[in-house]
């Protein structure tokens, strides 16, 4: 079979390089695709897609909700789960501030089309003074008064306390409190584009590395730790349990209904314009 070059984008965060290890080392049938990968923090994501630049690629929701007619949403490869959104952080003498008056404070967030951001606009619409921080560099941000508190996502969540900050509010508890719904954070997504028959292979080759990679846990640490932005094996391992579950092999209707929710909720925000197309590819 003749090979397929397709370009893929993911972060270099564990979760995604946990997923992909598989299907990008050819360790499991890719039915003759081939991937051109481009690592690159969620927001440079975000931009890339915006662009056009990715056949393929891992996207924050927010993000995806406005390029919901360039972009489908494959099946498997989200992270999406209970307990594992964006936490607002701050120094000790900062919480009264962010806890009285948050429209005074200023806010460092990874990237302005993050669902990090987007949960936040839900959850405190008043506070406009917000910085873009490469989402590794919030937590120092935070230490150096450079700003009053932090939107913190990935690994940063494990790491925060012992560095003397304090968590002011959990946005993703903060979702599924208002939606009885797991939180979406990111999806991977095809251009709309391709073939259905493409984006359905696509969908099959990512599913089959998401369980190679359940399968066999620890072959892809190598991977995994030669990109992590904090190598601590027992953070890793944290990273990984916390954002890669059962909605990261298939949505299931759960899982679709949780993302539908989030873009009706843009929707209704005016965020987005009303959608009229399909979302999902179809399995």
């Known amino acids: 079979m003749d090979s397929q070059k397709i370009t893929l984008g993911f972060s270099p965060c564990p979760n995604d390089t946990f997923i992909f290890d598989a299907m990008v080392h050819h360790k499991i049938d890719t039915e003759g695709l081939d991937f051109d ?66 429209a005074a404070a200023t806010i460092a967030i990874p990237g302005v089309y993050t669902t990090a951001n987007f949960l936040l606009n839900l959850a405190f619409p008043e506070a406009k003074q917000r910085e873009v921080y490469l989402f590794s560099e919030i937590e120092q941000a935070v230490l150096d008064n450079k700003v009053d508190a932090g939107l913190i996502i990935h690994e940063n969540r494990f790491t925060y306390q012992d560095k003397g900050l304090i968590k002011s509010r959990d946005l993703g508890e903060f979702w599924e409190e208002l939606s009885n719904a797991p939180v979406p954070l990111g999806g991977i997504v095809v251009k709309r584009n391709m073939s259905i028959e493409m984006k359905q292979k696509i969908d099959r080759v990512l599913n089959r590395s998401v369980q190679f990679a359940f399968d066999n846990p620890n072959e892809s640490n190598g991977y995994v730790a030669g990109n992590a932005q ?42 987005i314009p009303q959608m009229d197309i399909p979302i999902f590819v179809k399995n």
């Open 37 to 102: 990968v481009f690592m690159g923090d969620v927001e440079e994501l975000n931009q890339k897609a915006f662009n056009s630049k990715l056949d393929v690629t891992k996207l924050s929701y927010h993000t995806f909700a406005h390029l919901i007619n360039d972009y489908q949403l494959l099946n498997s490869g989200s992270a999406l789960g209970e307990n594992c959104g964006p936490l607002l952080v701050c120094k000790v003498d900062k919480l009264k501030v962010i806890s009285g008056n948050v």
């Open 230 to 271: 904090e190598m601590d094996a027992e953070i890793t391992k944290q990273h990984i349990g916390l954002y890669v579950n059962n909605y990261s092999l298939d949505l299931g209707e759960k899982g679709r209904q949780a993302v539908e929710l989030l873009l009706n909720k843009a929707e209704e925000l005016e965020i």
